[in-house]
């Protein structure tokens, strides 16, 4: 039994039913000729689940809120309600698929059970299926817990053997039990007891579960405040219960090219591509774009320490994921100088300058996507500008694996995460790197933007402007 931290309570209870907080992420396989059989998924999953423990636990909450809830064993784990299957009528289209991810999406979890899902979707046309996993974001804090989509991807088609897993659940603790612990906790740790309470401030980045470098964590948060309200936009609205889901890719070789033309980052010329999106959605609406407008996003960073590390998630190496505010001049008509703003604004950052030194950092290793894109979201959720709207959108990019990966033997053609929508932000993106390409995550609320389904071109236009230029 172990008591939820105070970040993970907080997660685990703004969950309503119009924001689940759940990450997921959508896999694209190429269909095996021996096809990919529910009960093979179901094999690899179950082989994994012993580096994933948090996955066969529930949380179990202490009586009139005593103390935070507790992780505590599912004595009646099913593998088989967590690992679903579902099929699209064939041929499915990417269309039929897209919709029924945002139908799926917009499910809250069972809280009485571990809170994860996995669907494999069948019927899809070309030969593909598609592998669908959610996860709530308490789950998965990047250190004692990744997202189940980090463990289950190989760098070969037949990975080794693993050893069997014996797993005993322990023992479910009683009522009385859980509010004795609680009462002990506030009788020999009172000043714990009352921080867990409040914000948690040295739980505002996932890190290794130490306070890295906490005044400037702590001079983020100030910065965060100084910032102000987010600006006007249709964006920030009231968020229903529904979902759209769309996505877009791009080759990784233009935004590299970009990115040597004007001597910046590729995070530089994602933020610049989706600014021209932006401004083109905007205006296709008839909305009025000052020259000066802007939209605010929570864009986190996620900072390799180790150099020689190859951006492919599949060494051990260290990660960091920090905010970063960023507002994004969508009222500006030159692409380049879009890209100018956008790098100059990111290279002027303290908390961007200040993250290769970081050294207290989290340990990574397989597929890291997933767990990246789960702690962006706990990052940008954990500051205070999420609680007073701070930003009008959240933005995550995740770098993934440059070579061929496998899930179950299927190789791994797409990844797409899906992030959720926060309070009244009816927009959210997130970019995953993946074997020469970049895929676009795009979950948007399904009566404030009808619409989403033309940011795939909107995006692939903005890009063009850039790449046009540059050549």
Known sequence: MTRLSTSDASFYRLVNTATPMSTGMLFILRRPRAGLSYETLLDAVEQRL????????????????????VWIDDRDFDITYHVRRSALPSPGSDEQLHELIARLAARPLDKSRPLWEMYLIEGLARNRIAIYSKSHQALVNGVTA??????????????????????????????????????????????????????????????SGQVVDLGRRLFDVARTFARGRAPSSPLNTTVSRHRRFTVARGRLEDYRMVRARYDCDVNDVVLAVITGALRNWLLSRGEAVAPTATVRAMAPLSVYVDESFDAGGLGRTTSEVAPFLIDLPVG??????????????????????GLGDARNIVTLSGFAPPTLHAMGIRVATSLPGYAGRMFNLLITNAPGAQTQMYIAGAKLLETYAIPPLLNKQVLAIAVTSYNGMLYFGINADRDAMSDVDVFPALLAESLGELVEAAQ
Do not use: C
């Not at 009522?175 to 914000?199: C, F, K, M």
């Open 50 to 69: 012993p580096q994933v423990p948090r996955y066969r636990q529930k949380v179990r909450e202490v009586t009139m809120n005593l103390a935070r809830p």
């Open 146 to 207: 990744l997202a189940i989509g980090h463990v289950i991807a190989d760098r070969t088609r037949h990975p080794p053997e693993f050893p069997e897993d014996i797993w005993v659940p322990a023992r479910e603790p009683g009522t009385a039990r859980l509010v004795l612990g609680a009462i002990g906790e506030w009788a020999t740790r009172p000043r714990a007891q009352l921080q867990a309470v409040g914000a948690g401030i040295t739980e505002l980045a996932t890190n």
């Open 332 to 353: 500006e008509g030159n692409a380049v100088v879009r890209l100018s703003q956008i790098a100059h604004a990111t290279e002027s950052t303290p908390t961007a300058a």
